[in-house]
Structures are given as structure tokens and as C-alpha cells.
């Protein structure tokens, strides 16, 4: 079974610009959750997904969205870009609520 | 709101030593919590829940509830066990949210 995979690998922006970073998860599994990891904060949970419905969402601004489609591959994007969005995003999959989590290898965001 | 405190940002143990990872929650409902291991350059990966109960890789986890208290813990460290450890909540609500502590980094010294 391949693992959860994520694209871009890296992302170089400038502030005000947009990105969008994709997620594709284990082949059956239903829940995307996306969070943020930075030195200082460690991993902090942007949002997640169940079959195409946002069901809970972290504290962070309105600028990161994010959807998932019907095949279950999620997007993120991040609008108006701040250098304080340097980050490396990663998505995790699981087959429903309560099973553990599976991680991909992360987007590594830079904005300069 | 839930809250996963891991107090120590580096733990360095000497190979053959026991070994405990502290992690601390707050949470009004029934948790359900899990211990995250990053090896270097490989992904976050589950190390075990405390539904389980269950001993991986020699660790083992117990929930304290009267402590909000889930630390992990090895009887004898090795060098292997060298590696970025978070300590996480699940609520227990319908929606599933995910809360990481910052990390604790294990470092075994041979």
C-alpha cells in the first residue's frame, strides 16, 4: 500500500502570494487532517476531513482553507502570505475517527 | 479546550538506563491518547495508544487519569530509541481532533 503522499516536497513564496499544497491519502482512508509544524509551536492542527466535509477546525486564520475531494485527496491552501506561514505542513490520513494516524512527509514552506 | 503538555524539551539517557517521557493533559471528556515517534529523516509514526495497552518496542504508556497523566516509559534505554517523541489527544467527541505536545527529543548516549 503506498504511504500518504504529499506535494510539492518544498514551496518557495513571497508574502502576499498563495499557495496550495495536496494530499493524497492511503487508498480506503477517508479522514485528511492537515497541521502545521514549527520549531517554536511544534504540530498544531489546522483541519480535517471526512468524506469532502470539513468536520473540525484549529485556531488559525481565515487565510488557510482547505477541501477534499471525492476520492478522498485533500488540498490546502494558504492566501496572503505572512513570513510567519514558514512551516512544514503535514497531512495525516486515518481510516475513520479514532484510528491512528498516518503521516506523510510534509510540504516544507519558506516565504520570504 | 485541550491541552498536551510535554515539560521537557531534551531527555538524554545513557544506554541500559530506564527511561520516562512525561506528558501531561487537560481535557474536560474521556480521552484518548497516543504516543507520535520521528526517527531522523523518516515520517511521525504511531507508537502506541492507551486504548491498547499494549508494549511497543519495549515502552509501555498508562493513563492516569487522577494525574491527567500519560507518560511513557522503558525499562532500558537503546540507542535506536534516539528520536523526536509527542505525546497526543484525541477528543471524544464525533469530530475528530487531534492535539500534539511539543516534543520531547530523546537522546541515548552510548
Known amino acids: 500500500k503506498a504511504g500518504v503522499t504529499q506535494t510539492p516536497r518544498y514551496l518557495i513564496k513571497t508574502r502576499g502570494q498563495q499557495v496550495t499544497l495536496s494530499c493524497s491519502p492511503i487508498?480506503?482512508?477517508?479522514?485528511v487532517s492537515w497541521y502545521q509544524q514549527t520549531p517554536g509551536q511544534g504540530l498544531q492542527f489546522l483541519f480535517e476531513?471526512?468524506?469532502?466535509?470539513?468536520?473540525n477546525k484549529g485556531n488559525f486564520p481565515g487565510r488557510f482553507s482547505g477541501r477534499q475531494f471525492s476520492n478522498s485527496r485533500s488540498e490546502m491552501n494558504v492566501s496572503t502570505l505572512e513570513l510567519g506561514d514558514s512551516a512544514l505542513y503535514l497531512c495525516?490520513?486515518?481510516f475513520g475517527r479514532g484510528e491512528k494516524l498516518f503521516f506523510g512527509s510534509g510540504t516544507q514552506l519558506s516565504v520570504l | 479546550a485541550q491541552r498536551v503538555t510535554q515539560p521537557e524539551k531534551l531527555l538524554s539517557v545513557f544506554k541500559g538506563a530506564p527511561v520516562e517521557l512525561k506528558c501531561n493533559y487537560s481535557?474536560?471528556?474521556?480521552?484518548?491518547l497516543f504516543w507520535y515517534v520521528q526517527y531522523s529523516r523518516q515520517r511521525l509514526q504511531l507508537l502506541l495508544r492507551?486504548?491498547s495497552r499494549e508494549s511497543i518496542k519495549g515502552f509501555t504508556a498508562d493513563l492516569n487519569k487522577g494525574e491527567t497523566s500519560f507518560h511513557l516509559k522503558k525499562p532500558f534505554a537503546q540507542e535506536e530509541d534516539s528520536a523526536m517523541y509527542y505525546c497526543?489527544?484525541?477528543?471524544?467527541?464525533?469530530?475528530?481532533?487531534?492535539?500534539f505536545g511539543t516534543g520531547t527529543k530523546l537522546q541515548v548516549i552510548p
Open positions: 497526543a489527544l484525541m477528543n471524544s467527541g464525533g469530530y475528530q481532533k487531534v492535539t
Open positions: 492507551h486504548i
Open positions: 495525516a490520513s486515518s
Open positions: 487508498s480506503g482512508h477517508r479522514s
Open positions: 481535557y474536560s471528556g474521556s480521552p484518548e
Open positions: 476531513y471526512f468524506s469532502e466535509t470539513q468536520r
